[in-house]
């Protein structure tokens, strides 16, 4: 993958939207330790937590970010989507500004961030049961190098987590219901009080009966085995976009695993790997190749066809013209995203020199070498010239 720079650019729609690097929000770098994430969080959410700033943008802003960058980067699975990906790989709102799928700080605490100070803390409270997102998949899809600058619709197979048909995503059998879970009493959370000097505190724990969800299923559906998903194979239609280069990657919103508890589903990353061509490479949105001609034509000038991706071109070849010359067809190259603009091609002239001549050739060659006496030639000093007059 190529290196990450400060401001990274995924392509959600027809958006290209730039974000912050979440090492560089939250001031470490790409090896720190969990201890040395979590510590940096720590100092950040101290300083810009609403409820120590209260009414200032700038700080609910900046502890958004940092609550954000942490919340990717003490998961390990998805520290190591963000590692590979960037922000294509973990963010299901990316494009649609603000937090996103990442709480926002209405969802976290003063007792997540200060941990056990005064002997407990605050005490926040996190719903367990309530909606959550499916989770974020990831793929990769080879396409051709004629696919990358025109723009093409592919089928896509992959396996996703969806709702049990068999019982609407319940886990319960078919006639039967969920339950509401009699330890939690459909909270998902179990609360309890601490007395401390300074006073009585509420903490909160996942209730271990229902795993948080506030249900609890007695007769488990057949076919999930109660547990309301399964994992089916499905198939896709993806655009796309003319001009995607090698290494983009396209999200799909939507297209991951189902929801919980009504949640939405999670977005499908697709990572492009565009095929080689077997003429043409591609610099950004330009393209180049070589063209061979003979001697006679480079000397005498003349007229050729040369390929270009849209079809076969005439171009003049002047007199006179030397191996190496580059000669640029505007419009050629491939389409900017999202746009009408296209980049340029560039076609490197390769003069060819005759070989197996027979000996009239030689002959005819020889008596043209002695007639021009080197006034055809551009008069360049030979390798000990330049260096005797360096030195003189």
Known sequence: MPKRHSLQSVISGDNIVEKRDYYEVLGVNKNASDDEIKGAYRRLAKKYHPDLNPDNKEAEEKFKEASEAYAILSDKDKKARYDQFGHAGVDPNYGAGGAGGFGGFQDIDLGDIFGNIFGGGFGGTTRRNGPRQGRTLEMGLTITFEEAAFGVEKEVSYLRVEDCNACGGTGAKAGTSPETCPTCRGTGQIKSAQNTPFGQFMT???CTTCGGSGKTVKEKCAECEGKGKVRRKVNKKVKIPAGIADGQVIQNSGGGDCGVNGGRAGDLYIQI??????????????IHCEVPITFIQAALGTEIEVPTLYGKEKI?????????EVIKLKGKGIPFLH????????I??????????????KEILQQFGE???NKNYNKQNSWWEKIKKTFD
């Open 339 to 346: 746009s009408s603009s296209r980049g340029d091609q560039y």
């Open 348 to 361: 490197t002239i390769m003069v060819e020199v005759p070989r197996n001549l027979s000996s009239k050739q």
């Open 371 to 373: 007639s021009c006496n």
């Open 316 to 324: 003049k070849i002047a007199e006179g013209t030397q191996s190496h």
């Open 273 to 286: 790997s565009v095929g080689k061509h077997p003429i043409f490479e591609r610099e950004g949105q330009n």
């Open 204 to 206: 909160t724990r996942t």
